[in-house]
């Protein structure tokens, strides 16, 4: 009589066990897959799934106090760049920077920031004269110069001195042809004028 009634309960009976067994082997198993991240400190953390922030190399040298090439955020400014590499040291041309360094300058990859020394000229450096046929020693680093130095160019106006600001970096002062920021006819009347670093 008993036999007649397992066999008659047998089908639900094993569905329940079988649902137990189930219900238990889920919170087990839900228990192992908790992030870990608020008692250990392991797994990712919620930053890096949500905010992933492109990075970009910067060259920094000349007179700050801990020249080299950083990491830095995209959107970066050169204050940002000079911050990381120590500050300005003491012997920072101190009249350029106030003059000529755009410290909210947008930075790009391979971007280079230089800091001129203390009475420092040459290639790229300000030296007080602006760029023009009547000074031909003076040169224009194309990716430093400021608005108004771009302009002084011959055949350079406001749009396009804002055309070669956007186009920054360049490796060579050909890519201003290359990227078609100045036409062939206006690239030869500056190409002396400019330098590059």
Known sequence: MLKERLEKFKIPIALSLLGIVLIIGGTFAS???????????????KES???SQKMISVDVSGAVNRPGVYKLNEGSIVEDAI?????????ANKEYISKYLNMAQKLSDGSKVYVPLTGETGPGV?????VSATNPQ??????TSTQAELEALPGIGPVTASKIISGRPYQTSDELVSKKVVSKII??????????Y
């Open 31 to 45: 228990g192992l897959n908790k992030h870990p991240t608020t008692s250990s400190g392991q797994g990712f953390p």
């Open 138 to 143: 003076s040169k224009v680093n194309i990716n």
């Open 126 to 130: 300000h030296t007080g004269s602006s």
């Open 187 to 196: 690239f030869e009347k500056i190409k002396d004028s400019l330098v590059v």
């Open 83 to 91: 911050r990381v590499g120590g500050g300005f040291s003491d012997s």
């Open 49 to 51: 799934l949500v905010n």
